[in-house]
């Protein structure tokens, strides 16, 4: 297939595809007596392998460790566990702050009466730092 239809197959832009080639990703195709890429089912399927890694906030370093490892299918797979763990970890913490985030501007938001700005009590919690320091936002 060439990229257009890679493209279309996978949900993927083509710069996107000739990115993950460039950078060793995706492996370089074959190519066509008029010189055009051809893709097989392989490059498809590593695609996609690339594209839900990136949906779920893999690094680029991260998908590169897993498709070595998924190269070589008689590997033990202690090291996909601890890259998906650490991931997780991440994510995890990401949520907390997150939260944290929420909730000092619920806090905020809920200050608001209207009015005029020099009376603003968003302005006026936005200027107070003492909250957002001791939460650590």
Same mark, same amino acid.
């Not at 566990?81 to 949520?95: G, Y």
């Given at each position: 297939?060439?990229?257009?239809?890679?493209?279309?197959?996978?949900?993927?832009?083509?710069?996107?595809?000739? !990115? !993950?080639?460039?950078?060793? $990703?995706?492996?370089? %195709?074959?190519?066509?007596? #008029?010189? !055009?890429?051809? !893709?097989?089912?392989?490059?498809?399927?590593?695609?996609?392998? +690339?594209? @839900?890694?990136?949906?779920? #906030?893999?690094?680029?370093?991260?998908?590169?460790?897993?498709?070595? $490892?998924?190269?070589? %299918?008689?590997?033990?797979?202690?090291?996909?566990?601890?890259?998906?763990?650490?991931?997780?970890?991440?994510?995890?913490?990401?949520?907390?702050?997150?939260?944290? $985030?929420?909730?000092?501007?619920?806090?905020? +938001? #809920?200050?608001?009466?209207?009015? +005029?700005?020099?009376?603003?009590? +968003?302005?006026?919690?936005?200027?107070? @730092?003492?909250?957002?320091?001791?939460?650590?936002?």
């Amino acid at each position: 297939m060439k990229i257009g239809e890679l493209s279309r197959a996978t949900g993927t832009n083509i710069e996107t595809i000739r !990115y !993950y080639e460039r950078i060793g $990703l995706l492996p370089a %195709p074959a190519r066509t007596a #008029g010189n !055009y890429r051809s !893709y097989g089912d392989a490059h498809r399927a590593r695609l996609r392998f +690339v594209r @839900h890694s990136r949906e779920l #906030g893999f690094t680029i370093e991260e998908i590169r460790s897993l498709l070595d $490892l998924s190269d070589d %299918p008689a590997r033990d797979c202690g090291e996909a566990d601890r890259i998906a763990t650490r991931h997780l970890n991440q994510v995890e913490a990401k949520i907390a702050q997150l939260t944290l $985030l929420r909730d000092e501007l619920k806090r905020i +938001v #809920g200050r608001c009466r209207g009015g +005029v700005a020099a009376d603003c009590r +968003v302005i006026e919690a936005l200027g107070d @730092h003492r909250h957002c320091e001791s939460a650590h936002i």
